[in-house]
């Protein structure tokens, strides 16, 4: 079809203007030729100047293109460590897929390409390094459909032993496309004892126990006893005996611990290993916990009771570390004595205009007590723009039923992809209708989304100017995020954690230093690269860069690693690396307007070797992953099976629509029109005798 980059009316104008030029050239009366071959050179005249002026709007041509692209049966991987380590000729089997795949290529016309888990092409590989330290299976399926293209899938192939360890369970809910699974590895239950889970608070008190929980499985050893050992830096500190009863049995041990000195402790739970057991690497665990001085204490006031303060009271009281004091306007009449000294204060729906604890607000207010306000109805909107410095609301009682989601951008405190992937599937919420006004100092947790488009509109923020923390939630109505997660996963990992890392930033102390060095986290995974964040300041507290630091990091056997570098704008931090596992710490010097800083810490490198933990394939994952996405589950010795499921489909290319503009003048056909039409009007004047 034919368009034009104008107006199209511009045509009427352009052909008047044609037909002008014609009237003046053809409108004498007297002329060589008849009045039919006037009639003839008028009409000429007026297409070849309409035709030329038309040039002037820049026609274009809208071209429909198809095309055909082959669909893809994608083979997914499974190349971690705990495949290599349970099942045998695993190359050989490898070379059987491969083997497959060009069969499909050749005979079925499709792409069939092969990756692993984290998306890496592995078909032109020869022989598989299943060395992959993890087993994000969830994450791995997902990240097919982002490389590929949904409309270009036909088929994903899984070949796993169904042994995931990180992220949520890959048959939480079906992907868009169809999956069939191949089960690899050895579901044979051997005999084995492992060291299951080991339970403890990251953070003690000094002088207080603390306990540390160990749940032990074994199989196969009914009748026979082990002792499971508590160690610290190499010296034995408890141990228990444990008889095991039954086959397929699970004990749980609890040691008694006491916190004597401060900063990060590295404890070490083992069990001995009995004759013939056959995975002893999951036999040891290490906890590292953080022993620091004295509870926080924190008070929550409310005007009136609500089942979100339930919620939020159940995350807190669960943790030993906090003490959790509740005042609720009209049950509670005990007077609040030295409310100066709480180290955190939750304002719930306050302030209010019922003016329920004003008095103590203001006590808090004067204290500079880190607020958490929690906003609802009835609020005092005067009152409380003058109390948070992080937003300021504009009074209005409509609200609206929205979804939340994390901001990926918000670098507080960590919060995993896995943990803002539950949160995207939590029921809406109710939250403002109107936007705040959120001062530039804010940082933003939580942000509204309305269906499916995630807005910009902040729900959750934090502020910290250095003098006072706040953190200000504009939700109604969480709990049932709690209730709704608990439903899903059995447990309430996330609701619980964004609410205790919350509480957590806000009772830290406040350093206004000109030199701050810290780790990003206090513990990191020995596969994950350690990083440190680096801010300095002049004398009036304005950032600087380009000044020269040394960092030494030294590790629990006193061996000592230096550092030089100097942060700048495009890189203020600094990386390390990767360590092994321990608890290390570091000091960091420098030298800012000939005054010297230093800054010491530790952190915690975390050594655990997930994919040793559990060789035992689980099938029932695989069968319930292919039902779910429509598939068919094989055996490893089923690859025919296979073969021949995939050979009895159909598969069409797919075909796409592309469009494409071509502007008309790049064509030849109007010159030529335009030049057929004036050589025909000088051909008739010359044949005529005239010009």
């Known amino acids: 079809m034919l368009n034009t980059t104008y107006s199209p009316y511009w045509l009427i104008i352009f052909i008047l203007m044609g037909l002008g030029y014609a009237y003046l050239l053809y409108s004498k009366k007297k002329s060589p030729w008849s009045p039919t071959w006037n009639k003839v050179l008028f009409v000429l005249r007026t297409l070849a100047v309409s035709i030329i002026a038309y040039l002037f709007l820049e026609p274009f041509i809208n071209v429909q293109k198809t095309e055909s692209e082959n669909l893809n049966i994608v083979f997914l991987w499974d190349d971690s460590e705990s495949l290599e380590k349970s099942e045998e000729n695993l190359q050989a089997y490898f070379q059987s897929i491969k083997e497959l795949k060009q069969d499909l290529e050749n005979e079925k016309g499709v792409d069939v390409p092969i990756i692993g888990l984290s998306g890496n092409t592995l078909s032109d590989l020869d022989s598989i390094d299943n060395s992959r330290n993890e087993s994000p299976l969830n994450n791995a399926i997902k990240n097919v459909s982002e490389k590929t293209g949904n409309k270009l899938i036909a088929e994903v192939v899984l070949f796993s032993d169904g042994i995931y ?24 239950q051997k005999k084995d004892i492992a060291l299951q889970q080991v339970r403890y608070n990251k953070v003690a008190y000094e002088g207080n126990q603390f306990p540390i929980e160990v749940d032990v499985m074994q199989n196969g050893f009914s009748g026979e006893s082990s002792i499971l050992k508590l160690s610290k830096r ?52 290490n906890a590292y916990i953080n022993i620091v001085e004295g509870k926080k204490s924190i008070l929550l006031l409310a005007p009136y009771p609500h089942p979100d303060i339930k919620a939020l009271s159940a995350s807190i009281t669960q943790n ?7 005042v609720i306007n009209g049950i ?27 008095s103590e607000i203001n006590k808090l207010k004067n204290a500079g007590t880190p607020l958490w306000f929690i906003n609802g109805s009835n609020l005092n909107y005067q009152l409380h723009n003058e109390l948070n410095k992080s937003v300021d609301l504009r009074p209005s009682n409509e609200k609206d039923e929205a979804f939340a989601y994390f901001n990926s951008k918000f670098d507080l405190f960590e919060l995993n992809s896995e943990q803002m992937e539950i949160q995207e599937k939590l029921p809406p919420v109710y939250m403002p209708f109107v936007d705040h006004q959120f001062h530039p100092l804010s940082k933003t947790l939580m942000m509204k989304q309305v269906g499916n488009v995630k807005t910009q509109q902040p729900v959750f923020v934090f502020y910290n100017d250095d003098e006072i923390r706040q953190a200000t939630l504009l939700i109604q109505n969480f709990r049932i995020w709690r209730m709704v997660e608990f439903l899903n996963t059995q447990d309430f990992k996330l609701f619980d954690d964004w609410v205790m890392k919350t509480i957590r930033y806000l009772t830290a102390d406040n350093q206004k230093d000109r030199f701050k060095t810290f780790p990003i986290k206090e513990a990191f995974a020995d596969n994950e ?14 950032r600087i860069y380009g000044v020269p630091v040394s960092l030494t990091i030294k590790n629990e056997n006193d061996s000592a690693v230096n550092y030089e570098f100097t942060p700048n704008r495009l890189k203020p931090d600094f990386e390390v ?7 290390y710490e570091y000091i960091a010097k420098t030298n800012i307007q000939g005054k010297k800083f230093e800054v010491a810490g ?3 490198v975390d050594e655990f070797d997930i994919e040793s933990q559990n060789l035992q394939a689980d099938f029932n994952l695989m069968r319930r992953l292919a039902k779910k996405n429509e598939g068919d589950f094989y ?3 089923q690859l025919e099976s296979l073969k021949t499921y995939l050979y009895s489909k159909d598969y069409p290319k797919a075909l796409s629509g592309k469009s494409e503009v071509i502007p008309f003048h790049q064509n030849f056909l109007p010159y030529i029109m335009i030049l057929l039409l004036l050589f025909s009007e000088w051909f008739i004047r010359r044949f005529f005798g005239s010009y």
């Not at 401060?262 to 013939?276: A, P």
């Not at 690396?577 to 608890?583: A, E, F, H, T, Y």
């Open 602 to 604: 530790q952190f915690v």
């Open 529 to 542: 690269i350690v990083k440190f964040q680096i801010e300095m300041y002049n004398e009036v507290f304005d």
């Open 635 to 637: 055996q490893k010795n």
């Open 320 to 326: 030993d570390n906090y003490e959790f004091k509740m």
């Open 165 to 188: 360890n990180k992220g949520i369970s890959p048959d939480y809910y079906a992907f868009p496309f169809q999956l069939s699974t191949v089960g690899l590895g050895d579901t044979t």
């Open 577 to 583: 690396g990767n360590l092994q596992g321990g608890v």
């Open 332 to 358: 509670d009449n005990e007077q609040l004595e030295n409310i100066e000294d709480y180290d955190l204060a939750i304002l719930f729906h306050l302030p209010s205009n019922s003016n329920a604890f004003i």
């Open 234 to 285: 190499g010296k034995q500190i408890a141990q228990k005996t444990i008889l095991f009863e039954r086959n397929d049995e699970l004990k749980t041990v609890q040691f008694l611990v006491e916190a004597k000195s401060t900063g990060f402790q590295d404890y070490k739970i083992e069990i001995e290993s009995l004759e013939n057991e056959f995975n002893p690497n999951n036999n040891e665990k």
